[in-house]
Nanobody, 122 residues
Framework: QLQASGGGLVQTGGSLRISCAASGLTLDYYAIGWFRQAPGKEREGVSVISFSDGSTYYSESVKGRFTIYRDNGKNTVYLQMNSLKPEDTAVYFC?????????????????WGQGTLVTVSS
């Protein structure tokens, strides 16, 4: 089970950190991804990290602004979001997939959390 948390309301240019805590899953054997879905839009990949080798993926729209990192001891993945823009507003979901699935494509990610809402005001 994956539990996403930390969403909220932030102004343009602000920062927010969201968390994905796992229970019943040992994240050492997975890639963990953050995906987001805005109203009326398809779900898109934001960032992914593989626990096996630490390799990462970032979408072009967040590269340089967002950082994904893991805390093995807490079995948790974080997404630090800086320089937030109104277009970052969405529900953010975390998901677990095979360790080689370091891609923004949500297909193949088997376990999904419930989502946390991030709203960036202009």
């Amino acid at each position: 089970q994956l539990q996403a948390s930390g969403g909220g309301l932030v102004q343009t240019g602000g920062s927010l950190r969201i968390s994905c805590a796992a229970s019943g899953l040992t994240l050492d054997y997975y890639a963990i991804g953050w995906f987001r879905q805005a109203p009326g839009k398809e779900r898109e990949g934001v960032s992914v990290i593989s626990f096996s080798d630490g390799s990462t993926y970032y979408s072009e729209s967040v590269k340089g602004r967002f950082t994904i990192y893991r805390d093995n001891g807490k079995n948790t993945v974080y997404l630090q979001m800086n320089s937030l823009k109104p277009e970052d507003t969405a529900v953010y979901f975390c998901a677990a997939g095979p360790p080689f699935m370091v891609t923004g494509n949500p297909e193949g990610f088997d376990y999904w959390g419930q989502g946390t809402l991030v709203t960036v005001s202009s």
